[in-house]
């Protein structure tokens, strides 16, 4: 994520419609890029992203526990649900040890 802001902070300055395109579109090429690695001869670049995943929701899920308003922490809470999906997604990948990008499950 790269950003002057945080991604768990940033998130509070747009639209919950852009935040969430953002963070899908992000993950879909973060993702990629993964593939890529694993092309290249990395045999724990899934396994590595899984990990940032996992950072990156207990983030939102530390910040969801502070006081904010009620809009702020439904589009939190919505995030974080596409996030542990996304995270589920990846997991999976990596304990399949799928390499292909044409793969069903990543399509």
């Known amino acids: 994520w790269e950003s002057d802001k945080a991604r768990e902070?940033?998130?509070?300055?747009?639209?919950?419609?852009?935040s969430l395109v953002a963070t899908q579109i992000l993950w879909t090429e973060e993702t990629h890029k993964v593939f890529d690695e694993l092309e290249?001869?990395?045999e724990t670049a899934m396994k590595e992203y899984k990990k940032v995943n996992d950072d990156r929701i207990e983030?939102?899920?530390?910040?969801v526990q502070t006081?904010?308003?009620?809009d702020i922490r439904n589009k939190i809470i919505?995030?974080?649900?596409?996030?542990?999906?996304?995270?589920d997604i990846i997991e999976q990948m990596a304990n399949r040890k799928i390499t292909d990008p044409t793969d069903f499950l990543w399509l």
């Open 9 to 18: 902070f940033w998130l509070e300055d747009y639209c919950s419609q852009l």
């Open 40 to 42: 290249a001869g990395s």
């Open 59 to 63: 983030k939102l899920i530390k910040r």
């Open 67 to 70: 006081p904010l308003s009620k």
């Open 78 to 87: 919505t995030i974080i649900t596409i996030d542990v999906h996304g995270r």
